[in-house]
């Protein structure tokens, strides 16, 4: 069965470095995710990308974000400078055509642990 | 704004047993609601979806059971087996078709 691929799964970085997680969604699917889990807490939605372009984002997602589709195949998050309480999982996820925002495939994850 | 979120944050039963599992909402313009199951050290799974023009639907030994009259949403395992133990989310998406909004989770134990 297809699967969304993340790595690294673990990542440790010093506060104020920046970071890229990455990301292969399944092949087929056009909408993209990212949401984050802070330990013990809720999954929380930080943006959607389709077409080339963010469709949706949260307030989260704020200007030390940015997500990329540098190719056909993957999909990248950057924290331009992480802070304490970037620390979290953070999932990447992807939908078919026609399903935007609808039975999300979700990653394993990477676990960012900022130091 | 929209908030999911779940009456029991752990829940034990024993292997064979039926588990429900709750979730209200309270945004009223919700119209799809999803239960994902997550599993230590892994991505939330998809178990089942619903719209809002159902109140019911049933899956491989799962059913979803929606009451929009007091905005509630079920999830039902029948038989529940030790593979069922994780943590089970229930989100939600609004007719402005936005993100899913996610519950803050309930654990689900199964006692052999």
């Known amino acids: 069965e297809p699967e969304v691929t993340q790595t690294p799964s673990h990542q440790v970085t010093q506060m104020g470095q920046e970071v890229i997680l990455r990301c292969v969604p399944i092949?087929?699917?056009?909408?993209f995710y990212w949401y984050r889990q802070i330990l013990g807490q809720k999954v929380e939605f930080l943006v959607s990308?389709?077409?080339?372009?963010?469709?949706?984002k949260s307030e989260i997602f704020d200007d030390q974000f940015s997500v990329e589709r540098p190719d056909g195949s993957n999909f990248t998050l950057k924290i331009r400078s992480t802070k304490l309480e970037d620390s979290a999982m953070y999932f990447c996820?992807?939908?078919?055509?026609?399903?935007?925002?609808?039975?999300?495939?979700f990653g394993s994850g990477t676990q960012l642990s900022v130091l | 704004g929209e908030s999911v979120g779940l009456h029991l944050p752990t829940l034990s039963v024993q292997e064979g047993d039926n588990s429900i599992i709750n979730c209200a909402y309270s945004?009223?313009?919700?119209?799809?609601f999803i239960w994902y199951k997550q599993e230590s050290g892994k991505g939330p799974q998809f178990i089942i979806d619903?719209?809002?023009?159902?109140d019911k639907r049933q899956g491989q030994r799962v059913t979803v059971l929606l009451n929009k009259t007091v905005k509630h949403l079920s999830l039902q395992i029948a038989a529940t087996q030790p593979g069922d133990s994780a943590v089970y989310f229930c989100?939600?998406?609004?007719?402005?078709?936005?993100?899913?909004?996610f519950g803050s989770g309930t654990r689900l134990q199964v006692q052999p």
């Open positions: 996820a992807s939908t078919k055509p026609g399903q935007r925002n609808e039975k999300l495939f």
């Open positions: 092949s087929n699917h056009l909408y």
């Open positions: 990308f389709y077409n080339n372009e963010i469709s949706e």
């Open positions: 945004n009223s313009a919700s119209d799809y």
């Open positions: 619903i719209r809002s023009n159902m």
């Open positions: 989100a939600s998406m609004d007719t402005g078709r936005r993100a899913l909004t």
